[in-house]
């Protein structure tokens, strides 16, 4: 379900679930995190790549697993999504996202932590949190204010509406736009320009521009656990799951 490649001390993990948007289920959490640990320690890895295939990015968390998990009735895997997430925050060397189609929850969220995003022109990102009745997760109610502002991260966190690679760009949580069939290209540039680089340096260097961000990162982390232990299973979180496996609109009129 993912494809890993190595070039150029660039390792590219690029999710390989096409006709699922590349929603991360629970093999796919396991299988990303094991890539990223082994990259943290492997010698010959300077700079991971994260991309999708088909016509998506990710569509973040599989709706149907968490809806399974909320019932009881999931196996978690090894690692799972706290395990991905640790290993991704201490993840010690640069990590480059490129976008390439529909960046969904996860999918959206992940950019704000990502040392350096690329997005195709033609790609766009919805934080579905509000209409899943759920809260923000993967520390974005911290990351989204920090990096473009809080009435753009309230927009994008709360509306649940498409956010286009324009308005991306315009609100800074993308680092470059790129033509689509020039996206790969444009990012392996600039992967390779830090991968030329000392892997102690580049390590050293995140290190110390992220060290201040990561006890807020963690206290939003535990925040966001805390809204979720409150909101999965609530009559709202319900009615949105229900919704989705009827594919009409949920209808939380008469239950807040």
Same mark, same amino acid.
């Given at each position: 379900?993912?494809?890993i ?7 590219? @993990? ?8 590349n ?9 990303v ?7 943290a $320690? ?5 700079? $991971?790549?994260?991309?999708g295939s ?10 149907i697993?968490?809806?399974m998990r909320?019932m ?11 395990? !991905? ?5 201490? !993840?010690?060397?640069p ?8 960046g969904i929850?996860f999918g ?10 690329? #997005?195709s022109?033609?790609?766009r990102?919805k934080?579905p949190?509000?209409?899943?009745a $759920?809260a923000?997760?993967?520390a974005s ?7 473009i502002?809080?009435?753009n991260a309230?927009?994008a966190l ?5 956010l286009?690679?324009e ?5 800074g949580?993308?680092f470059?736009?790129c033509?689509?069939?020039?996206l790969v290209?444009?990012?392996m540039?600039?992967?390779? @320009? ?5 892997i ?10 992220t ?5 807020? @990162? ?8 805390a809204?979720?232990g409150?909101? #999965?299973g609530?009559p709202?979180?319900i009615?949105? !799951?229900a919704?989705?496996?009827e594919?009409?609109?949920p209808?939380?009129?008469?239950i807040?």
């Amino acid at each position: 379900m993912i494809e890993i490649t190595n070039s150029d001390r660039i390792r590219t @993990i690029r999710l390989m679930r096409p006709e699922a948007k590349n929603a991360m289920n629970e093999a796919m959490w396991d299988a990303v995190t094991e890539a990223l640990l082994d990259a943290a $320690v492997d010698r010959s890895v300077a700079v $991971v790549v994260f991309t999708g295939s088909g016509d998506s990015f990710c569509a973040g968390a599989d709706v149907i697993e968490m809806a399974m998990r909320n019932m009881g009735t999931l196996d978690s895997g090894a690692h799972g999504f706290p395990g !991905f997430a640790d290993a991704f925050l201490d !993840f010690p060397k640069p990590f480059i996202a490129a976008v390439n189609g529909i960046g969904i929850g996860f999918g959206a969220t992940i950019l704000g932590l990502s040392d350096l995003v690329f #997005m195709s022109t033609t790609a766009r990102i919805k934080c579905p949190f509000t209409s899943l009745a $759920v809260a923000p997760e993967f520390a974005s109610s911290y990351s989204f204010p920090r990096l473009i502002g809080r009435q753009n991260a309230t927009w994008a966190l709360m509306s649940s509406e498409w956010l286009t690679a324009e308005q991306c760009d315009e609100m800074g949580l993308v680092f470059k736009l790129c033509a689509p069939d020039e996206l790969v290209d444009v990012t392996m540039e600039h992967a390779r @320009i830090l991968s030329s680089k000392p892997i102690s340096s580049l390590i050293e260097s995140k290190r110390v521009m992220t060290a201040a961000m990561r006890p807020q @990162i963690d206290a939003a982390r535990a925040a966001e656990d805390a809204a979720f232990g409150v909101l #999965m299973g609530a009559p709202a979180n319900i009615e949105a !799951f229900a919704a989705f496996a009827e594919k009409r609109e949920p209808n939380f009129a008469d239950i807040d």
